[in-house]
């Protein structure tokens, strides 16, 4: 029995001793051997990182193996920091449910040519789930995957091999040199910008081996970091010669530093930047640059995707800020300021931008920028990706949008675009996202490609280019790509749908709805009333008042300008002919005590024993407001027409009668009386043949020098 009990504990240690040599573990990764002659393994444990980049080899006690599976209890805990992940191109096989648990993962690239085998699905386990895009060579087959990716997308892949989760390009296969980049390349796509692969510190070597030959590392390729959201620092060896675009990233990049013995960049005075050091010019930024006082350019994009960037000082070396805005997609700057002794640049009046000075045009902005009434243009891109920006007003002083100029801003609910504004160019608007509504102004003579392209939340449209213009206004076909042509109302000037109907960029909108209008006849006397249930634009040539008050029978006029508001009756002066009041986009306040009563349908009304009722007429050749319906009997006011209503209890407020001024004595007639907001009319130096009234209303056989009515307009007999 003794022997039996050692022989089974012999085979026992044999067995785990045989075990424990199938598995290893390289760095946070565990490996199960699958055959030791053709040097395979399976990827057995993981790490939890936001880029989660599988290895395509494993040395191991001078071994190297090749990862060719990975096992289904890789992932067998939540781990929920893994938004990327990469497959490399050695995966054959994938176990069912082997990324169950990475429930947050919202990108999968895969390298391997042909679909790694999965029996089932990696996805949808348990509570887990997640429905990835999922990136692969162009040209291959992944239709297997299709029921456990949101997305698919093919993509190019442009680095030759990968080391230490770094991927590389050879550019120089006799001088043995290669650059960083990004394993793929999508900067054609059209459905999201490039998709960071990288994440944590990442410690640039200066030369690297693949397939025993060792390469240096001498450059950095475009997009090698765009949008690797996890990065957290870059270190840049002395060996790096090339930079070939800024490559700022995200939220986390707090670190940037170059080796002091590179010949070609430097990050002087620790600021966290990448300079190059014969021109001065700032290349490379992160959120926590600091411009050095040495500096003297900043390069295009150089705070690229710095999204937790709070602020900027451009000091006054910087002479020229290349192309465009270089702060692109920095949502959280709010405070930029310019140094006062800068020669090029300005922040004039507190306002939170950079202004070219010679152009008074702000070329940076921000979600808390006032722009100056000094300034004419915004330039191009200059709020673009200003996430934080929820309104925004265009001054009339303004008569330049650059394109791309609100590119980006998805927050973005209201903008007013004035009519100073001639041209809306590509790209202005596009990804305004949350924009519910628009007004294109009358002034516009163009609206170019991608306008407001992605602008999927606009429900109304508002064009006020009169039908005359729109064969010489261009619009592009793709102006208004994105956008629900079904479900968004087009508005158009009054008399102008059949036009835009037929007008090529117009004609696609399904609902076009014609602005409200009005025309008005004005008689030989010079005057008319009107009561409309839009705002409107006051025609020229026209005036138009409210009644604030009476004195005596004078009915006090007050002129209101620009825009009649809604539901106000008023009196309008006017040579005779008829004239169109066509509907307002701009704000109108409503007008306090007036007078003046009015609808836009025949209204029958019986007065109150204390009322009366005053309709437009001429008596006795004096236009004026007379008493209608004396005797009680009905009082018809016909539609779209104003009428003066007073109450001998015009003394009574707050519903308690004033003592001292109990009611007044109601007149049959009142005259106008411009006094307040007009000018008297011209001058009288000999009597005319016309019935001449004073102030009070009292009729004046031989007016001498004074102030007079006549014809319901004030003059002055001298």
């Known amino acids: ?113 042909t679909a790694p085998t999965v029996d089932g699905t990696i996805f949808n386990y348990g509570a887990y789930s997640a429905n990835p895009l999922l990136l692969y060579p162009s040209n291959c087959d992944y239709s297997s995957w299709k029921s456990f990716c949101s997305e698919m997308h093919a993509v190019d892949i442009i680095h030759d091999f990968c080391v230490d989760g770094l991927f590389y390009t050879i550019t120089d296969q006799e001088n043995k040199t290669v650059s960083l980049t990004t394993p793929h390349d999508d900067s054609e796509a059209d459905y999201i910008t490039m998709v960071g692969m990288y994440s944590g510190d990442i410690n640039i070597p200066s030369s690297v081996v693949h397939n025993n030959v060792e390469y240096t590392v001498t450059g950095i390729k475009d997009r090698t970091f765009r949008n690797s959201e996890g990065v957290t620092s870059i270190s840049i060896p002395a060996t790096v010669n090339s930079i070939t675009e800024a490559f700022s990233t995200g939220s986390k990049l707090m670190s940037i530093t170059v080796d002091a013995n590179n010949p070609v960049y430097d990050s002087r005075d620790n600021c966290n930047a990448v300079i190059e050091t014969a021109t001065n010019t700032l290349i490379t930024a992160c959120n926590s640059t600091i411009i050095p006082e040495s500096v003297t350019r900043i390069g295009e994009q150089a705070f690229r995707n710095c999204r937790s960037l709070e602020s900027i000082h451009i000091p006054a070396s910087v002479i020229e800020i290349r192309n465009y805005n270089p702060f692109f997609e920095c949502p959280s700057l709010n405070s930029i300021t310019v140094d006062e002794e800068n020669p090029v640049y300005d922040s004039r009046d507190n306002c939170n931008a950079v202004i070219k000075t010679t152009y008074n045009a702000i070329i940076v902005g921000c979600h808390n920028t006032v722009i100056p009434n000094s300034v004419n243009a915004i330039s191009s891109y200059a709020f673009n990706y200003c996430e934080k920006l929820r309104s925004f007003e265009i001054p009339n002083y303004v008569t330049h949008l650059g394109f791309g100029a609100f590119y980006g801003c998805s927050n973005l609910t209201s903008i007013i675009i004035p009519n100073s504004i001639s041209y809306i160019q590509m790209w202005t608007f596009e990804g305004c996202k949350s924009l519910t509504s628009i007004t294109i102004p009358s002034s516009v003579e163009g609206i170019e490609g991608s306008a407001f392209r992605g602008c999927t939340s606009l429900k109304s449209i508002t064009s006020l280019i009169p039908a005359e213009k729109l064969f010489s206004t261009f619009i592009h076909s793709n102006s208004f790509n994105g956008v629900n042509k079904n479900s968004c109302t087009l508005y158009v000037p009054f008399g102008a749908k059949e036009t835009y109907a037929a007008t090529d960029g117009w004609n696609e909108f399904t609902n076009i709805v014609e602005m409200k209008g009005y025309d008005l006849t004005v008689s030989a006397a010079g005057y008319a009333t009107l009561y409309l249930d839009f705002k409107a634009e006051i025609p020229e040539g026209v005036e138009v008042y409210t009644a604030s008050n009476v004195d005596g029978n004078r009915l006090m006029m007050q002129q209101v300008t620009g825009v009649l508001p809604a539901n106000t009756g008023v009196i309008v002066r006017a040579e005779q002919g008829t004239y169109t009041f066509v509907e307002s986009c701009e704000a109108a306040e409503a007008i306090e005590s007036n007078l003046l009563r009015g609808s836009v349908e025949d209204e029958y009304i019986t007065p109150a024993k204390d009322t009366k009722y005053y309709v437009l007429a001429m008596k006795d050749g004096v236009v004026g407001m007379y008493a209608d319906a004396l005797n009680g009997g009905t009082f018809k006011n016909n539609a ?30 009142y005259y106008f009386d411009f006094s307040g907001t007009t000018a008297i009319d011209p001058v009288v130096t000999e009597i005319e043949d016309n019935i001449y009234y004073d102030l009070s209303g009292r009729r004046v056989e031989n007016p001498a020098r004074g102030i007079y009515i006549v014809n319901g307009r004030k003059v002055l007999v001298k």
């Open 1 to 113: 029995m003794k022997n039996l009990k050692t022989f089974l504990t012999a085979i026992l240690l044999l067995c785990c001793a045989t075990l424990s040599a199938q598995e290893f573990y390289v760095g946070d990764m565990s490996f199960e051997v699958l055959s030791e002659t053709d040097k395979t393994v399976k990827l057995y444990s993981i790490y939890d990182a936001e880029v989660l980049n599988i290895p395509s080899q494993v040395t191991y006690e001078g071994e190297t193996y090749s990862v060719v599976s990975i096992s289904r209890v890789a992932f067998s805990y939540p781990y929920d920091n893994i938004t990327t992940i990469i497959i490399p191109a050695t995966i054959t096989n994938i176990d069912t449910y082997a990324f169950s648990s990475c429930r947050n993962v919202t990108t999968i690239l895969t390298l391997a040519t």
């Open 640 to 669: 779209n027409k104003a009428y003066l209503m007073l109450s001998t209890r015009i003394g009574i407020y707050d519903e308690e009668v004033d003592t001292e001024n109990p009611g007044m004595q109601l007149s049959n007639s």
